[in-house]
């Protein structure tokens, strides 16, 4: 390999998303399948930040990554698409003898994903040419053509307009549930007569007695309106400290 192409392929990217690149290296690799691929590597020059609208400042030197163009399928067929594509993105014009030189300095976009069947490795799926703003990632639908539009139109269009307008009818929604009406108030209870007073005999005088137990009358040396009084004095009488 050529000194000159090594400082550009030191360390591959590993980080998805849309960077502008050129390349740097190619060559033509035929595989037991019967498809031959032309193998690019590209170095990375700047990454689009989608969130900021704009691209990053460039990258240092040594930065790349790698694209397989498939320009013969397994049927050993070319693969038209595929040629049209590198020729619009300026990488390879459909002159095999020109792999064998160095490749253009074109600038393109490479659109960098993990790998689906080996996740060690990242590879540019799509170049797309240079833009100012890339276009969205993944690959978008394209208008389906007149000709199988008027195709399919009449061989099954009636018979498609008839199934869409049978079908088992839909179910109706719900009726949302009915509110009960109120009831009437109660009429207020009639007034009920007060009960006759009972009149009470008397209660006899109680006998005099003996004070009850754990009562200290009013006046003795032990009495006093403050608990927390007495418990102290109980402590000081005993000779004792109360903590």
Partial sequence: MNEDVKKYIQAPVKEEGVYRA??????????????????????????????????????????FTEHMAWVVGKDGELNEKTVKRLQEVGVWDGDFDKVNE??????????????GRDPRFWRADWLNANTDEPKP???????????????????????????SGGGAPATPA?????????????????????AAPQAQAPAAPEAPGAPAIGFTPPGSKKFSPDPATDFLED????GGAPF
């Avoid at 050129?22 to 969130?51: M, N, R, T, Y």
């Avoid at 976009?109 to 790998?115: I, P």
């Avoid at 402590?235 to 005993?238: D, I, L, Q, R, S």
């Fill in 235 to 238: 402590v000081e009488n005993a």
């Fill in 22 to 63: 050129w390349p740097v290296a190619w060559q033509f690799k035929e595989f037991d399948s019967g498809s031959v691929g032309l193998a690019i590597q590209l170095a990375i020059l700047q990454k689009w930040h989608p969130d900021k609208k704009a691209w990053s400042v460039q990258w240092s030197e040594g930065h």
């Fill in 102 to 115: 160095p490749p253009p300095r074109v600038v393109v976009h490479a659109d960098v994903a993990q790998d």
């Fill in 137 to 163: 990632r993944g690959k978008a639908y394209e208008p389906t053509s007149p000709d199988l539009l008027n195709s399919l139109r009449a061989r099954f269009g009636a018979q498609a307009r008839a199934i």
């Fill in 174 to 194: 719900p009726a949302p549930p009915q509110q009960a009406a109120p009831a009437a108030p109660a009429a207020p209870a009639a007034p009920t007569a007060p």
